[in-house]
C-alpha cells in the first residue's frame, strides 16, 4: 500500500501552502529536535495591515547559536498571546468572514499558552486544519527513532512511517540525495508552490506570503477555491474549510 509523506519544522500560523502540504500527505511529520533558527517562520508570520505586512512574533529565550532544538525552544512570556489576538482584531475585524472564525480561535488566545514553541505551533496547526477540514495524520519526529546526518534523518523517519513517497518542499532541491530515498524504494517528489490565484484581499497590494488565517478571515468556506494541488500545479478544490 502506497504511503505519502512530508517532513518540515513546525512554524507559527503558517502560509496556505504548509497546508497544501499537509493535505497533500497521508502523514505529516513535525521535525522540531532539530536546530532552532532565528529570523525564520518558527515563531512568527505575517499578516496584511492597511499600512502593508507586519510581523507577530511570538518572543522566545535563545540560548546561543546552536545551542537549542525547536521543542526545547521556550517563550519569553504569555503577553504575546493578548496582543496577536488584538491585532487579528485591529486588522480583520471588518474582514467578511471573519467572525465565522473568531469562535474557533480566539480561546486559543485568550488563554494561558503553552510555554514550549513546539507546543504553540501544533496547537494552531491543528487548530487550522480543522478549520480546513484537513484529516491527516499529524505526528513529531519525536515519535521515532533519530538518525544522524541531514539526508539520513529524514529517509530514517520515512522508513519508520512506512513512506513509499516523500513529499518535500522545494529547497530542499539543493541537498536532498534522492538517490538514498530511491535504494529504499522510497519515491521523492518536490512540491510546487507557484502559480496560485488571489483572493479579495484586504489592503491591496495583493500578497501572498502571510498566514493562512489572512485566507479564511477574507474568503471563509470558498478558501479551497483558493489552494492547490502542490504535486501537480493544479487547482485542488477537494476540501472546503469547516464553518
Known sequence: MSKRVAIVQSNYIPWKGYFDLIRAVDEFILLDTVQYTRRDWRNRNKIKTADGTAWLTVPVKVKGLYEQRICDTETENS???????????????????????????????RREPPHLLSEINRTFIEAICRAMNITTQITSDADYTA?????ERLLELCRQAGA??????????????ETLFAACGIKVTFADYSGYPEYEQLFPPFEH???????????GP??????????????????????
Open 147 to 151: 538518525a544522524s546526518g541531514k539526508n
Open 164 to 177: 513509499t513517497e516523500y513529499l518535500s518542499g522545494p529547497a530542499a532541491r539543493g541537498y536532498l540525495d
Open 222 to 243: 470558498a478558501a479551497h477555491e483558493f489552494l492547490k494541488d502542490v504535486t501537480s500545479n493544479t487547482a485542488f478544490p477537494r476540501l472546503a474549510p469547516a464553518v
Open 79 to 109: 503577553a504575546w498571546a493578548q496582543k496577536h489576538w488584538s491585532s487579528f482584531r485591529s486588522h480583520y475585524g471588518r474582514a467578511r468572514h471573519f467572525a465565522c472564525y473568531r469562535e474557533l480561535f480566539e480561546p486559543l488566545y
Open 209 to 219: 506570503a502571510v498566514t493562512v488565517l489572512d485566507l479564511l478571515f477574507n474568503v
